[in-house]
């Protein structure tokens, strides 16, 4: 069967779109998806380029932030002592009393093993009276300007400082011994005011007396009772005539924190830089050569 002249040219324009259509689909359709692949791969690599060039332009304004940081908390630790073992909190305890202005005398004196303690900020609150009437007299009316701040100040305190920080402790205790109620109080303000000169600088360390203090005059009772019973107080009289001293159970603690490392050197290693420490043995063998 012989097909004419127009059948022959259908059968080759059909071939034509059958072999186009097969070119695409086996070669351009893949090439399309390949190369879609390929740029969603690069918008990708020049995602994390973009980010690692972001970083790195942060990176110097980061180290600078480290570095502050240090230097703003650097001495923070020296208000603290170094973690002490036994013999070291016995020593530093009587290097306080020994320092101490107040004229007492200290018995029996006891170290306990090292541990550690829990350091939480405390703010005081003060007590409102409220009733009715005045709640009645005051609604609507604006808090004061310097009162709101301060409970800003103090919310902004409380949310820097609320959590609580467990750091190392020694306790060393101790009886402590004077001639009157005076020389006691001057003692526990020492512990308050504890005064280190370390490398040539005056810093006050963190001492605390957690046995409890209550102040007690049996003088100004004693003559209280005496004008009650119209007896006259000689004047000149001894307040320890009888050789009584009064006295107090002390439990004095050590806070202890170690000081924080410097971090430049290590920054600078990141950085491919050589610290001067490191310099210095490739100095000596040049010298040496």
Do not use: W
């Not at 959590?163 to 011994?177: C, L, P």
């Not at 109080?185 to 209550?214: C, H, P, Q, W």
């Not at 202890?256 to 830089?273: H, W």
């Amino acid at each position: 069967m012989r097909l004419s002249k127009q059948e022959r040219i259908a059968v080759m324009v059909i071939l034509v779109i059958v072999i186009i259509a097969l070119g695409v689909f086996l070669f351009i359709v893949p090439a399309a998806q390949k190369i879609g692949v390929t740029n969603q791969n690069l918008a990708n690599k020049q995602s994390e380029y973009d980010a690692a060039l972001a970083k790195r332009a942060t990176k110097g304004l980061l180290k600078d932030q480290i570095i502050e940081a240090y230097k703003e908390g650097e001495h923070i630790a020296d208000m603290f002592f170094p973690e002490m073992k036994s013999y070291e909190a016995d020593a530093a305890a009587r290097e306080f009393i020994q320092q101490c202005e107040a004229n007492i005398i200290v018995t029996e004196l006891s170290v306990s093993n090292p541990g550690t303690a829990t350091l939480s900020t405390s703010f005081p609150t003060e007590t409102e009276v409220t009733y009715s009437l005045k709640q009645y007299a005051t609604q609507g009316v604006a808090i004061d300007e310097a009162v709101a701040k301060r409970m800003e100040r103090i919310a902004n305190l409380q949310a820097a400082l609320g959590s609580s920080q467990t750091i190392g402790s020694s306790i060393v205790n101790f009886t402590v011994k004077a001639e009157n109620q005076e020389e006691l109080t001057k003692f526990v303000d020492e512990i308050n005011n504890y005064i280190r000169n370390e490398n040539g600088v005056d810093t006050r360390k963190a001492l605390m007396l957690s046995s409890g203090y209550s102040i007690t005059y049996d003088d100004v009772s004693e003559k209280y009772d005496n004008y009650s019973e119209e007896e006259a107080t000689e004047p000149g009289e001894n307040e320890n005539e009888d050789g009584e001293y009064k006295s107090l159970q002390v439990s004095l603690i050590f806070y202890s924190i170690e000081r924080m490392q410097d971090p430049q050197p290590q920054l600078g290693a990141q950085d491919g830089i050589v610290t001067s420490t490191d310099e210095q043995p490739e100095q000596s063998e040049q010298s040496a050569a």
